[in-house]
């Protein structure tokens, strides 16, 4: 039976590194510790077996360290860290952090896109080189975008389409405004080009925090389902940075009320068999 996993969680410590994007009065509660400890038994509790650990920051030595708690945390099966997609000696970084400890479990590379100042920055050419060197490497690139970064992120993929790209979040529809058609086309567009999978994470947070249901996160679940199919959609929390709108297994019971609406097949594959395929983990 294969394993049911969270593909979306972070770890951090304010006290000892810088997130440029916690700043803030309104991401106060989350502004703390966050790490293995903590997760375990709302993983144990939620009826899940492993997760994939993503990068919060610009940094490698995130990244290393992401890899020794890999190492020493079971339930982690993977890591999507982070590189310099423009860093001339990506071979040689991606060989170096293999060979750490935990770097086994290195099985995507992650940037905050939706940050940079240039909505088509992911399809620079020096960014694309980076790229084909991550696939290369077999691993798989998560998109962590929006609305205005898709169509460079579009083009990107249709430039590598015998890469795996996984999108983040949904590309993080604007649900507290309501249904965005221009969203919901561009998404669309995207997977049609068949070689990316589409994380069902970080909805609720996109939502008005504290008025919030299953109901109000239906449509955009619905709507990627119809896009992407059931072969590639993949359930993630998106923990701790869901504790702003709700607690884990408010999340965790949300989103698989909207996947079960589609059907059994749809909502056991996003738990752990479309994860597996999308970052190439052992079954």
């Not at 790490?35 to 509790?45: I, R, T, V």
């Not at 939620?46 to 919060?56: E, F, K, R």
């Not at 097949?265 to 052992?282: M, Q, V």
């Amino acid at each position: 039976m294969s394993r049911t996993i969270d593909a979306h969680q972070h770890f951090w410590d304010p006290g000892r590194a810088d997130y440029p994007w916690m700043a803030g009065d309104a991401l106060a509660p989350i502004r703390r510790p966050f790490g293995p400890a903590d997760l375990a038994p709302l993983l144990a509790e939620n009826g899940l077996d492993a997760s994939i650990l993503v990068q919060t920051r610009s940094s490698l030595d995130e990244t290393e360290e992401f890899l020794r708690i890999a190492q020493e945390t079971p339930f982690v099966a993977g890591v999507v860290g982070w590189v310099d997609l423009t860093d001339p000696q990506l071979d040689a970084t991606i060989d170096r952090l293999r060979r750490l400890p935990g770097g086994d479990r290195l099985v995507g590379i992650r940037h905050q896109v939706h940050d940079e100042a240039d909505p088509a920055w992911i399809y620079r050419g020096d960014v694309r080189r980076g790229l084909e060197r991550v696939f290369a490497h077999d691993l798989t690139y998560d998109l962590l975008v929006r609305t205005r970064e898709l169509p460079a992120a579009i083009a990107t993929v249709r430039a590598f389409p015998q890469a795996h790209f996984v999108l983040d979040h949904a590309a993080k529809p604007p649900i507290a405004n309501g249904f965005d058609q221009n969203w919901a086309d561009r998404i669309a567009e995207l997977a049609a080009c068949g070689n990316v999978w589409c994380k069902i994470s970080g909805l609720a947070t996109e939502a008005i925090w504290r008025d919030w249901n299953a109901e109000r996160l239906s449509p955009y679940v619905a709507h990627v389902a119809r896009c992407f199919g059931p072969d590639k959609l993949i359930f993630g929390s998106d923990w701790p940075v869901c504790l702003l709108a709700g607690h884990y297994g408010a999340i965790k019971q949300a989103l698989e009320h909207c996947l079960t609406q589609l059907g059994s097949d749809i909502r056991n594959k996003a738990f752990g068999p479309n994860t597996i395929a999308a970052y190439r983990l052992p079954a």
